[in-house]
């Protein structure tokens, strides 16, 4: 017996779910990969005073996390086009962890914005320096985006000294030819007002984890029915 149209939906609810996880995987991924192994980062994790940086620990995770995510996605797109019940089983436990790490991460995040917060300044503090030193031009991209995205300018903020001017936003008026909120501050000040976010941000993934868990519970349901009835129809054929 086929799945009827709830199991249809939530097998293509998976399917896409998979596909979106997938992509963010990969990039994840390749992101975490390209800082860990580029020319002009790699000697920061050959330093041993650099291992409990902010950036190492950025990078790590973005490495941990995107191949965890890919794994997730094999076993969902494997157990979800094929009606595999033992790799359901293990997506969904991987679903429940994923959920669980997701919300405790934002309660903490929110919980402990004071340590947090300094923590992406340093993230921020390494990449500058970084391209200081290497002039890498993904991580100029990187710092441009973060410059127009908080419309700051550097370490500084002074725009006729600051080193990376010409990745800082466009001037608003004449004082800003001179001088622009420095990032620092800036970037602490928007993690401290839009902490709620941040934690609504990792809940509201965690939620929809929850929604695939649900999807794969019913899909491992009917799969399993459908096991039943043609065991019994086999049964009773012979």
């Known amino acids: 017996m086929a799945l009827d149209g709830c199991g249809l939906f939530c097998k293509y609810t998976l399917f896409i779910f998979n596909l979106i996880f997938a992509l963010l995987g990969f990039a994840f991924l390749g992101l975490g990969l390209w800082l860990r192994f580029s020319e002009s980062t790699r000697g920061i994790f050959q330093i041993e005073d650099l291992n409990s940086s902010a950036f190492v620990i950025a990078v790590t995770v973005l ?32 679903l429940t962890i994923l959920a669980i790490a997701e919300i405790a991460i934002g309660v903490v995040a929110y919980s402990s914005k004071e340590e947090v917060g300094p923590r992406i300044v340093e993230f921020y503090s390494s990449l500058y320096a970084l391209y200081l030193n290497s002039g890498d031009p993904v991580i100029g991209a990187t710092l441009t985006f973060i410059h127009k995205m908080l419309h700051c300018c550097g370490v500084t903020g002074v725009v006729v000294l600051e080193l990376v001017k010409h990745t800082c936003p466009k001037a608003d008026g004449f004082w800003e030819q001179i001088k622009q909120p420095n990032c620092p501050a800036e970037i602490l000040g928007a993690f401290n007002s839009n902490a709620p976010l941040v934690m609504g941000i990792f809940v509201g993934t965690g939620v929809l984890l929850i929604i695939a868990l649900v999807c794969t519970i019913i899909l491992l349901k009917q799969t399993k029915r459908t096991q039943q009835e043609i065991t019994a129809y086999y049964t009773t054929v012979y």
Not at 73 to 88: I, P, S, T
């Open 63 to 94: 490495i941990a996390l995107g191949s965890v995510m890919l794994i997730v996605v094999v076993f969902g797109d494997y157990g979800a086009c094929n009606e595999k019940r033992c790799a359901l089983q293990v997506f969904s436990v991987l």
